[in-house]
Each structure stands twice: as structure tokens, then as C-alpha cells.
């Protein structure tokens, strides 16, 4: 039996209201509400914010961008007052970063807007497309809704990459169409390491590849682009599901690639499983970030622990994974080593390559020091 979704109360002049309250971090609705437009100030708006009371916008949409930002800034301006004592451990300053990052989510995410039955936006000078979004995301409303305006934000930003997709050098220059909730290959060295990669020799005998965690379906477009007759891409995330279904229909790639509901492995055995699994051991706080977090790095031990019982004779099993949480002191190459053979599986080669993305270079991000010494690898495994 499905749980009736969690409804927003609150108080206007016109008496008590209700809505349907949509979080996509699954924070539980704001108990204390309170209308407010175009009147407002940021400091108050800040102030309130921080002692946990929500604002339901009620003025012109582009004031309430423009508040959200102001808020914005006084959170960054407290952020930079730097704490007295010794600088922080790598692992510190990225708990320290992470804690930061979820009270900012939780200030700004205090600003509330309304949405209609039909997803709009009942505000002045509200942007068109918005009901597009929100469906893309949601699914048809059937109700009015309220939702934070920095979710909102980002629905809208999901549904522009969506649209305008992301180029992949690895697949010729042709788009990957992320969804939201599905994480983006805007960081293209991983993809470019599984376009490289020597392919096993067992693939001349049986061509069929297994892609785990497949997300956009780009690693399994480019297997089948590479001559893999045979792609079984499995997730279970109905999102990334149906993003993998469409990139894949679109890349002409559909008739190699099966994508199927699957928690890690599909049945039988493959001569290549292909696995690139979230960098780091902590707890995500959206659906996106299970992307990049996972707690105690259950999907990379589990993948290790359940290759060998799906390789093929002469099989390899490709592991891409980051070493940053090593540099942060998150994890160690002892434990990832311990892991790959304690899986009965041994290291037949690696490639490495350098972060391209704009953190690697940013001096002033916190988490600097262990992302410029980051390298992505892939690790070719078989059975010891």
C-alpha cells in the first residue's frame, strides 16, 4: 500500500491551507510557514531561514530569484570567515565541506513556491516551460504542490541539459541526454578510459558485455560503438532506466543494448563487465548524488565480491573509479586492494588519466589539495 505523500500547512488571511510538499532530499515539510513577497528583505528572510522558519512566496518569481541569491551570499560570507586552530585533515575539511554543503541546502531551501494543479507557476513574471520540467521529474501533478525555489531551480537546469544534452568526444561528438536525478558525463576522462581500454580477447569468442549501473547508458553506447554485439545495461533507478532507453534509441545503439531493472548483476556470465561506481563512501542527500556517494562504498565491494561468479573464461571485469577518496582520507589503495582480491580477482593492468573538470584547477575550492592530485583509473581484473 503506497503512503499518501506528505502535505505543507500553513495560514493566510483567507484561513488554513494545505498542499502536496515535494522534496526531492526528502526533507519532511517545514512545520512553520509563513506567506511573504516582494516586501521582505534578505536579512529577514536569512534570519527566519536560519531559525527554520519557511517562506511561501506569494510576490514577482524573478524578486524571489533574486532574494534566494542575496540569501546566498550572506550564507558564503559566514562560510569564509575562517574558524580559528589548525587547519583541518583532508577528511575533516571534506566532512567540514559536506556539513556546510547541507546547511546551505537546508537555509535556502526555505523559500517555498507554489506550483498548480498542472505544475505552473502562479506568479508573476513565472518562466514559461516550468509545467515541462516539473513533468519530466514528477510525472503529471493531478494537485497543487509546493516545492523550494532552489529545487525548482534545478528541475528547470535539468530539463535545459536534457534538451540540450551533453556532448561525448567518445561517441563522436554525439549528445548523451541526462534526465534528472541521473547523473550527467559532463566529466568525460572516465568515458574516454573505456574507449581506450584494450578490449579482452574473450569478447572474439562470445561478444556480449554486462554495463552495471548503467545511469545515462553512455559506457554501454560506447562498448556497442566499439563492436560489442551484445550489451546487457542493468540499474535500478526507473529514471535512469528510462534515460539509458532514450540515449540509447537516440545514439542508434537500441538493438545492441538491452537495458534492464537490475540491482547489480543480470543473470549468466560475460566475457567484459564494465562498473563505474560512486567515488565516494558517504551518504548522498539527493537522488543525483548517488552518483557520486555511497556509504561504505557498498556498490564498489559489492561489485568486487560478485565479479568472478559472472566472468567468463578469460573474462576481464573493468573497474573505473577515482582515487579522491583516497587523497581524502576516506579510503585507502590497501582497502581497495584487500577488496579486488579478497573478490578472488587480481590486477591485469590500469589506465590512468587527470581530472579535466573546473574543481581540479579551482584553487579557492575547499576540497583543492586532494582534487589536484586526483587520477581516474580503470582496472582491468580477472580471476586470480
Not at 78 to 102: D, E, M, S, V
Not at 193 to 220: E, N, W, Y
Amino acid at each position: 500500500m503506497t503512503a499518501d505523500p506528505p502535505r505543507l500547512h500553513w495560514t493566510e488571511a483567507t484561513g488554513p491551507h494545505s498542499a502536496r510538499w515535494r522534496s526531492e532530499a526528502g526533507w519532511p515539510p517545514p512545520r512553520r510557514v509563513r506567506v511573504a513577497d516582494d516586501t521582505i528583505n534578505a536579512d529577514t528572510a536569512y534570519r527566519l531561514a536560519c531559525e527554520g522558519e519557511a517562506l511561501l512566496w506569494r510576490g514577482d518569481y524573478h524578486q524571489a530569484r533574486q532574494l534566494l541569491q542575496a540569501m546566498a551570499r550572506r550564507i558564503d560570507r559566514r562560510a569564509n570567515r575562517a574558524a580559528p586552530g589548525p587547519a583541518p585533515t583532508p577528511a575533516q575539511a571534506f566532512h567540514l565541506h559536506r556539513k556546510a554543503q547541507g546547511e546551505r541546502a537546508r537555509i535556502l531551501g526555505m523559500l517555498l513556491i507554489p506550483l498548480g494543479a498542472d505544475h505552473h507557476v502562479p506568479l508573476r513574471r513565472a518562466p514559461a516551460g516550468t509545467q515541462d520540467a516539473c513533468e519530466e521529474a514528477w510525472g503529471a501533478a493531478g494537485e497543487p504542490s509546493v516545492a523550494s525555489l532552489r529545487e525548482l531551480l534545478g528541475l528547470i537546469s535539468a530539463h535545459e541539459w536534457r534538451r540540450k544534452g551533453v556532448p561525448v568526444p567518445a561517441l563522436g561528438g554525439e549528445h548523451i541526454h541526462p534526465h534528472y536525478g541521473v547523473f550527467s558525463p559532463v566529466r568525460g576522462e572516465y568515458v574516454d578510459l573505456v574507449a581506450q581500454a584494450p578490449l579482452p580477447v574473450a569478447l572474439k569468442g562470445r561478444s556480449l558485455a554486462f554495463d552495471i549501473g548503467t545511469g545515462t547508458g553512455v559506457l554501454a553506447a560506447v562498448l556497442a560503438r566499439r563492436g560489442v554485439q551484445r550489451v546487457i545495461a542493468t540499474d535500478c533507478d526507473a529514471r535512469a532506466l528510462a534515460c539509458a532507453r532514450e540515449n540509447l534509441e537516440r545514439l542508434g545503439c537500441a538493438g545492441a543494448v538491452q537495458a534492464i531493472d537490475a540491482d547489480l548483476y543480470p543473470e549468466g556470465h560475460a566475457p567484459l563487465m564494465v562498473c563505474n561506481p560512486p567515488w565516494l563512501p558517504a551518504k548522498p542527500s539527493s537522488p543525483v548524488e548517488r552518483a557520486v556517494y555511497d556509504p561504505d562504498s557498498r556498490m564498489l565491494r559489492s561489485f568486487l565480491a560478485g565479479l568472478v561468479a559472472h566472468l567468463a573464461p578469460g573474462g576481464e571485469g573493468w573497474l573505473i573509479v577515482s582515487d579522491l577518496a583516497e587523497h581524502l582520507g576516506l579510503r585507502t589503495r590497501a582497502e581497495l586492494e584487500g577488496w579486488i582480491a579478497a573478490g578472488g580477482l587480481r590486477v591485469a593492468g590500469r589506465l590512468d588519466t587527470r581530472p579535466r573538470h573546473g574543481k581540479a584547477f579551482d584553487r579557492d575550492d575547499p576540497l583543492h589539495a586532494a582534487r589536484s592530485r586526483e587520477l581516474t583509473s580503470l582496472w582491468r581484473l580477472v580471476a586470480a
